[in-house]
């Protein structure tokens, strides 16, 4: 496999309460990266690392905030969950120097729902 | 500002057939563009690259095809098999390398 796991895999939770996402690559790769997928819109980035404890914001951040305290792992933190965050949320990963043959590779998904 | 759209949210094909999925853009400085797959309940896994210097790219059954001038791009699956129903994105990179992605074609081919 790709060497990037996500977890969970699914998860319900309902409004207002924290949630974190977790994200695990071994592959030591620099870039990572959130996502959420949804109908109509396709994916869009929530937020982005390029190392460790350098990360910054992608086109969707708000209510969301992340954190890379090792090269392996970057984690989704839903401070207070709303119900137009019940998405499908991908990681992905990245050696740029490979992005123009190669792309993204990405986890399978986390599946959460907020009721 | 959506700089990368695909207006066909779906496309229908028979068996052997050819599918053509179509991607438009607004930002003429893209360096190159790539195509994703993306079964259900799984990752989006890369397809096929094309650079903004070219024309064409083959892959096997998958060609792009890129006119810069319309700010278009095609993804041509020659010939269409069951096991290609899926959702095609295609995708180009901002500044810093971020991908930016369009808004998907879910692919059915039909035996």
């Known amino acids: 496999d790709a060497g990037i796991t996500q977890s969970p895999r699914h998860k319900v939770t309902e409004t207002g309460t924290p949630v974190t996402l977790r994200c695990h690559q071994t592959?030591?790769?620099?870039?990572m990266y959130w996502y959420r997928q949804d109908p109509g819109h396709g994916l869009r980035l929530i937020h982005y690392?390029?190392?460790?404890?350098?990360?910054d914001k992608g086109e969707v951040s708000d209510g969301y905030s992340v954190s890379r305290s090792k090269t392996e792992d970057f984690l989704l933190t839903l401070e207070s969950a709303t119900s137009s965050q019940t998405s499908v949320y991908f990681c992905?990963?990245?050696?740029?120097?490979?992005?123009?043959?190669?792309?993204?590779?990405f986890g399978s998904g986390t599946r959460l729902t907020v009721v | 500002d959506q700089q990368v759209k695909q207006n066909s949210p779906s496309l229908s094909v028979q068996e052997g057939r050819i599918s053509i999925l179509n991607c438009d853009y607004t930002?003429?400085?893209?360096?190159?563009f790539l195509w994703y797959k993306k079964y259900p309940a799984e990752g989006p896994t890369f397809l096929i690259s094309?650079?903004?210097?070219?024309d064409k790219n083959e892959d096997g059954r998958f060609t792009v095809f890129l006119n810069k001038s319309a700010k278009h791009l095609s993804l041509h699956i020659v010939p269409s098999q069951p096991g290609d129903s899926a959702v095609y994105f295609c995708?180009?990179?901002?500044?810093?390398?971020?991908?930016?992605f369009g808004q998907g074609t879910e692919l059915s081919v039909k035996p």
């Open positions: 992905a990963i990245a050696a740029q120097d490979s992005l123009a043959n190669y792309g993204y590779t």
């Open positions: 690392s390029y190392g460790v404890k350098d990360t």
């Open positions: 995708a180009a990179p901002t500044q810093g390398g971020k991908l930016i």
């Open positions: 094309i650079s903004s210097i070219k």
């Open positions: 592959e030591n790769h620099r870039y």
């Open positions: 930002n003429s400085m893209f360096d190159y």
